[in-house]
Structure formats: C-alpha cells, structure tokens
C-alpha cells in the first residue's frame, strides 16, 4: 500500500494523537530503516529508544519466531518459561554496582509499557507508607504524597500524567489526581525545603536520573544523593523512572549506577525486550513482598513473547560489550555534535543524547524535517532542542554520517 493511500486510511480511521513524519517504513535492519519506496535511512530515534539492538536483530527474531511456534499467551494465572530468568537477570544487573551491604535479591512485576511500570512504583510506594503508619498504631497519618522533578515525563495514564511535572500535559484533562508536588531539577535546597513543610505527608520521590523527553538533562550526584538521604530519613521510597535511561542507555545497566546511589524501586521498559511491547516494575525484595495476590494485575504483562524477547535482548546486551561500546559512542557523538556550528549545550550519557541549537539555527522540528529528506530519522523535544536516541550497536561510521549532514543542514 503506498503513503498517500495508509495516510488515507489512517486520517479516516485513526486517532489523530500522532503528528506523523510523511513517511511509510516497511523494514529495517540493523541501524537502517526502509521506507515503502525502497529508501534507507539511518535511524537515530530507534522506536524512541525502544529498538536498542537495531532493528530486527538476529537473536531477538529467533527468540520470537521460536516462542510464537510453541507457546502465545496463557494469561499470569500459571507459570510459563523466561519469566524467572528474566526477573533473576534484571536483580543481577541491579545489583552489579551496589555495595556489598545494599545487594540483596529484587522482585519484578512485568508490565506492557513504562506508564504501567511506573503506575505500579506508585502503588507499591502507597502501599509501604501504608503498612508502615499502620504498624505504627491506629492514628498515624498515612503518607500518600510522591515528590517528582520539574519537565519530568511519567506516562500518559491519568496518575502518571499527573506525577509527570509539566503542566502543559495537564491543562485539558483537569483535575488531575491528587498526591504530587514537584521539585526545580536539581535543586537541593528546594528539595530539602519541600521535606520540611511535608516531610510526614511524602511516601517517595520519582525521578528520571536523566530526563529524556524534556531534552536529555541528567540529574547531579548531588541531587541524587540528597534524594536518597531525604527518602532515608523520613522512611519514603526512592523510585527510579529508567524507562529511557534504563537497560544499557547510558553505558551502564541502569542510569542510577552512575551516581552511587541504590533506589527502592525502579520502572523499566522500552529497551528492555528490543523493541517487543514489555516493562518490568522492579524493587527490593522487602518492598516487593507486600504486593500480595490480587494487589495488582495484568492481562497481557509478563507474556510468552515478552518474556523471550527479554531473555534474548538482556542476554544479548549483557554479554555483548555494550558498557563499553556504548559509553565510546556516546562521548564521540557528543564530541561531534560539540564542533557543529550553532549547537550549544550538548549533554546527555551514552547514547542518551541531546543538544540546543542557537537562534541563528533554523528550528529543531526544520532540522528534522530536512534531516529525514537527507535519509537520517531524528527527534525534537522543543522549538530548539535535539535528542538523539540511537540503537546501542551504533558506531562511529554512523555518527560520522550524521554528523556531515548536520553540519550541511545548519
């Protein structure tokens, strides 16, 4: 079917959520993406961040082709093969950089997609105060509130739409589910301020070590640590958001490994089954253990498809030299974007990448456009903003061919 006749169909019969790019892509492989016509395109975006081994890797479609001839779906009500594999792999990855005294085993709730893992870290946080105010006695407040950071994203769900602290996502769905207060990004004094007007009302805090959808802007050590201490100290929980930033993104396992920090519960997804709808909600075993059954569901999370996407792609990322790979290709494409003209600020880890352009620049939504007539698919965060999400096998090669037509199109 051509463009003109799927733009068709779609303007009839589709919601119009998505202002789609005129493109139709129809495959890929590797770090390139194919369009009805037959053009290739290098692909910087990878399905948002989803597609991290590039597109239809080899050991991910094996696994799928395989697991779609044996088993589908039978619904979380049995036990099925991966599903413990991939739980044991995601608490052995949470514990790789943690000190000896914080590693213990995690437990994981398996999810179709970030705005539910993260919809499951703000139960379980709810949860723990609750337990926690009633084995305190019968008249102590229960603490329900969950501190988030300015220009986070969370989700498209009514609560984690509300958690994500940008108001501009608010303002035609009104009201918005109580129990949020925000925090300027990196701002301990504000941060330390807000726990002593609502210290006793706060169940967690929910940050994104590295915010992906306001422009790539990772948090301080030092916001992160006094995160961890104010959490600490009132007996709140610490969730870290690492849909984006999770799974290799940033040249470790998990973005919170940077900063020398152990949160209490973590949400994943995107990267984490390679491009196959999946996510995980993941906590300390203590935490996890007050989930009992019928405290919390779902129909298709956790699937026989889900599962062995994730097996292969964990096992693929783990074993495959990508904390290495991934940090070298991160810092080289920073160092290229650094040297084009008009771009300032550029900023991310690993190949969690963004960058401004100055207003001698055409727009970044323009550069897009003009990149994706130059064969290259691109993303923009804002009116002078670039992100840069690429698949984890990229290379220099790759970076160097982006970084020429940049350099032409600004």
């Known amino acids: 079917m051509s463009l003109e006749e799927q733009k068709s169909l779609e303007s009839a019969y589709v919601m119009g959520t998505f202002a789609r790019k005129p493109v139709e892509f129809t495959e890929g492989r590797g770090m390139v993406l194919v369009d009805a016509e037959g053009r290739e395109y290098l692909d910087f975006l990878s399905g948002i961040g989803c597609d991290c081994l590039g597109h239809c890797p080899p050991a991910l479609v ?11 779906h039978v ?12 739980a044991r792999h995601i608490s052995d990855l949470v514990n790789r950089y943690a000190p000896e005294d914080e590693r213990g085993p995690w437990k994981s709730f398996f999810t179709n997609s970030g705005a539910e893992s993260n919809e499951c870290a703000i139960k379980l946080a709810r949860l723990h105060a609750r337990r926690r105010a009633e084995a305190a006695g019968p008249d102590a407040p229960i603490p329900y509130k969950v501190v988030t950071v300015d220009a986070s994203f969370h989700g498209r769900t009514m609560m984690t739409l509300a958690a ?41 805090v929910m940050l994104e070590c590295v915010q992906g959808e306001s422009g790539v802007h990772p948090m301080t050590p030092e916001f992160l640590a006094a995160a961890r201490r104010l959490t600490r100290a009132h007996g709140a929980l610490l969730i870290c958001d690492e849909v984006q930033c999770g799974v290799f993104r940033t040249g470790r396992p998990f973005g919170f490994q940077h900063y020398g920090v152990t949160p209490d519960v973590i949400a994943l997804a995107k990267g984490i089954a390679g491009g196959f709808p999946a996510g995980a909600c993941a906590a300390r075993a203590e935490v996890a253990d007050l989930f009992t059954p019928g405290d919390h569901g779902t129909t298709f999370g956790g699937s026989c498809l889900a599962m062995a996407a994730a097996e292969a792609v964990l096992d693929e990322l783990d074993g495959g030299g990508y904390e290495q790979s991934v940090t070298e290709a991160g810092e080289y494409l920073r160092e290229r974007l650094a040297a084009l003209p008009h771009v300032h600020d550029v900023r991310g880890l690993g190949l969690m990448v963004g960058c401004d352009l100055d207003d ?15 064969g290259f698919v691109l993303n923009a965060t804002g009116p002078r903003t670039l992100r840069f999400l690429p698949p984890l096998i990229c290379g220099r090669e790759h970076i160097d061919a982006l970084a020429d037509a940049l350099a032409a199109l600004l």
Do not use: W
Not at 362 to 369: F, T
């Open 164 to 204: 994500t602290a940008q108001p501009k996502f608010h303002v035609d769905f009104a009201p918005m589910p109580d129990g949020f207060l925000d925090v300027p990004r990196n701002d301990v004094a504000a941060l330390e301020a807000l726990f002593e007007a609502h210290g006793p009302e706060i169940c967690a």
């Open 62 to 72: 094996e696994a799928l082709d395989a697991q779609a001839g044996q088993l589908i």
């Open 360 to 374: 001698d620049a055409p727009s970044a939504p323009e550069v897009v456009s003009a990149a994706l007539e130059a």
């Open 75 to 86: 619904s979380n009500y049995f036990y099925i093969e991966h599903r413990g594999q991939v």
